[in-house]
């Protein structure tokens, strides 16, 4: 099993950058893919970004491609959320997640309490 601690958070202008982070603590990081979900409120959790084991793959949703990038190190058992160019629609808490495969996927196992980021316009 894996615990995720995401941090990062907070209030931003529009256009500014944030960088989240999810620290893993438990089973090996690197037996996991991960993921960023977010909610705002009143609306379903959506899909954000999405890393494979390795590293090699990413995904995004549309909302966010060419904004947004999703990495690892698997030596700090940390996965990160670089934002740039946020937009008040960014505005949610997000979350992350693991997935106990080497590739993302639908189903997620494993999340975070998640962390909340605010832009304002």
């Known amino acids: 099993q894996v615990q995720l601690v995401e941090s990062g958070g907070g209030l931003v202008q529009a256009g500014g950058s944030l960088r989240l982070s999810c620290a893993a603590s438990?089973?090996?990081?690197?037996?996991?893919?991960m993921a960023w979900f977010r909610q705002a409120p009143g609306k379903e959790r959506q899909f954000v970004a999405a890393i494979s084991r390795s590293g090699v793959t990413t995904a995004y949703a549309d909302s966010v491609k060419g904004r947004f990038t999703i990495s690892r190190d698997n030596a700090k058992s940390t996965v990160y959320l670089q934002m740039s160019n946020l937009k008040p629609e960014d505005t949610a808490r997000y979350y992350c997640?693991?997935?106990?495969?080497?590739?993302?996927?639908?189903?997620?196992?494993?999340w975070g309490q998640g962390t909340q980021v605010t832009v304002s316009s």
């Open positions: 997640a693991a997935r106990l495969a080497p590739m993302p996927g639908a189903t997620y196992s494993y």
């Open positions: 438990g089973r090996p990081f690197s037996d996991y893919s």
